[in-house]
């Protein structure tokens, strides 16, 4: 069994900064890419960043690149956005997501409940 539990969501203004963590249980984290996704109301869930099983290579979305980092620390099990420079656009459900492979390239399988995330103007 795998369980993805985010934390770290709020209310925040333009400008401002926010730490996501997501925190994994089950087996052999360390040998999958993790993602965020994140789908602001009345859209569809969209892509905003990925790591590889390692950490070694990492992928964001051109909406988030420069602003936005994901990282991971595989010895806390835990997946981590850093989030700074936030616009009201970013407003949205973010999820944390377990790819089904060491590498981005394949699809997620697993997911999060989601944490709220919203930026004031």
């Known amino acids: 069994q795998v369980q993805l539990v985010e934390s770290g969501g709020g209310l925040v203004q333009a400008g401002g900064s926010l730490r996501l963590s997501c925190a994994t249980s089950g087996r052999s984290f360390s040998g999958y890419a993790m993602g965020w996704f994140r789908q602001p109301p009345g859209k569809e869930r969209d892509f905003v960043a990925a790591?590889?099983?390692?950490?070694?290579?990492?992928n964001h979305a051109n909406s988030v690149k420069g602003r936005f980092t994901i990282s991971r620390d595989n010895a806390k099990n835990t997946v981590y956005l850093q989030m700074s420079s936030l616009k009201p656009e970013d407003t949205a459900v973010y999820y944390c997501?377990?790819?089904?492979?060491?590498?981005?390239?394949?699809?997620?399988?697993?997911w999060g409940q989601g944490t709220q995330v919203t930026v004031s103007s």
């Open positions: 997501a377990r790819y089904s492979g060491m590498y981005y390239n394949s699809d997620p399988d697993y």
């Open positions: 790591i590889t099983w390692n950490g070694g290579m990492t």
